[in-house]
């Protein structure tokens, strides 16, 4: 009875976090990482990548930025996301957009943006997942923005095991 009640609660919390993470997950500013639900290897293990491609070595206020987060990792079956911008005082930078499907925006109680993965987003193709979205930058460009992101290179067995979480941050200075 217990067995089949851990069964059921694993399917049911593998379901929710396909649709969408919990916020906060990024591994940034002391926030934990993927890892809080799946384990598996260590922390960006060799055979995955976890990448943000787009961003500018310096960003000027008021632009906006097509970005990628692409995860690339072996036997890589279904992956999800989550990613922020900050400044250093942990303080949103800019704001995010939905431009195609499989993301989501959400910000949390504290004002920060979380761009995520949703249902629609977790297939991979050939080993490969990316995510497209846009970054406002903010309209001041005098501090520096760090992004920081976390993934999740899943096996597909339904249970938090045998799993591969990758992390990256970028910084990006102000013009």
């Not at 639900?37 to 060799?46: K, M, Q, V």
């Not at 206020?61 to 250093?88: D, K, M, Q």
């Not at 957009?97 to 925006?105: F, K, R, S």
Request: aromatic share 8%; hydrophobic share 40%.
């Amino acid at each position: 009875m217990i067995l089949a009640a851990a069964v059921v609660f694993s399917a049911t919390a593998a379901r929710v976090l396909r649709e969408k993470p919990p916020e906060a997950h990024t591994g940034g500013f002391g926030e934990p990482t993927c890892e809080h639900c799946h384990s598996g290897e260590p922390l960006n293990a060799p055979g995955g990548v976890l990448r943000i491609d787009g961003l500018p070595q310096s960003y000027e206020a008021n632009h906006t930025y097509p970005l990628t987060v692409l995860l690339i990792a072996h036997e890589l079956n279904v992956g999800g996301f989550e990613i922020a911008a900050r400044f250093s005082d942990a303080n949103q930078a800019g704001h995010f957009e939905v431009i195609a499907p499989g993301t989501i925006v959400t910000t949390s109680k504290a004002g920060i943006e979380y761009v995520s993965h949703t249902l629609e987003g977790v297939a991979a193709l050939r080993d490969t997942v990316r995510w497209s979205f846009v970054w406002h930058s903010p309209a001041d460009a005098r501090r520096a923005v760090s992004f920081h992101a976390a993934a999740n290179a899943s096996n597909d067995d339904a249970s938090p095991l045998g799993d591969h979480i990758y992390t990256s941050t970028v910084t990006v200075s102000a013009r």
